[in-house]
């Protein structure tokens, strides 16, 4: 019982940070906070995605490169491109890389307005950092673990951001319906995104991409808007549009 509640833990934290503050702030911003939340979350970030920690930078071009060129060869991550989503993370991952290392041309004119704290950024991408988060999963598995197929899912722990990733781009490119033609393969992949908490409309988002809640239909539920409209009732964060309009062209 230990094993799975930390798996779930683990796997829904580090999606949460990931849409919630990879995705919507650093790339978007489409909600504001003030400087202690700011830091606060990009601490919590650092925490939940552990070894797999993506910097907040880096991400933010990378997924501003993708809806500028969405499904085109300088896509950073289009499934068009790769014969599987193995490659196509790992095609990623080379651009990601490159971009941290501000040595990739075509993410310059994407820099700017996304939150910045050198001391973590560094030290997530530090392989000692990495191997700190790793060697704690593994000694909380052999800790609690009642069966050695429980030792499987640690390679998931360990990248776990790349993961849901991978989910996101290869599945939200390839299966599901359109809403909107946004001449390009963006998806909802509903019957999915359990797996993702909103990150599967991604037809939708290609669409509207500063809107906040990723589903437009009234049974497209996107369980990340509603934690952010929570946030933004208790001024934690500053929703920037209420975007009533596109729920109407949506309908």
Not at 93 to 101: E, F, P, Q
Request: proline share 4%; with cysteine.
């Amino acid at each position: 019982m230990a094993i799975l509640v930390f798996f779930i833990a683990h796997y829904y934290l580090s999606l949460f940070t990931q849409t919630f503050y990879l995705h919507r702030y650093a790339a978007h911003k489409m909600f504001t906070m003030n400087k202690f939340w700011e830091k606060f979350f990009f601490l919590f970030t650092y925490i939940c995605q552990g070894s797999s920690f993506l910097s907040p930078r880096a991400y933010a071009l990378l997924h501003r490169m993708h809806h500028a060129y969405s499904d085109t060869e300088l896509d950073p991550h289009s499934p068009l491109y790769s014969s599987n989503a193995f490659t196509m993370m790992w095609k990623t991952k080379n651009i990601y890389n490159a971009v941290l290392n501000r040595d990739y041309a075509a993410a310059e004119r994407f820099e700017g307005d996304y939150p910045e704290w050198d001391l973590i950024e560094n030290l997530g991408d530090k392989w000692y950092s990495r191997l700190a988060w790793g060697t704690m999963y593994v000694l909380f598995y052999v800790n609690f673990a009642t069966a050695w197929w429980q030792f499987l899912l640690l390679p998931l722990h360990f990248l776990m951001g790349p993961i849901h990733g991978a989910i996101v781009n290869w599945g939200g490119h390839k299966y599901g319906y359109q809403n909107f033609d946004n001449h390009d393969h963006s998806k909802n992949t509903l019957p999915f995104d359990f797996l993702a908490f909103g990150e599967l409309f991604q037809n939708n988002h290609h669409k509207l991409p500063m809107r906040v809640n990723f589903g437009v239909k009234k049974w497209e539920l996107d369980p990340t808007y509603a934690f952010i409209w929570a946030l933004d009732k208790v001024k934690v964060v500053k929703i920037k549009r209420k975007w009533q309009e596109d729920v109407q062209m949506a309908a």
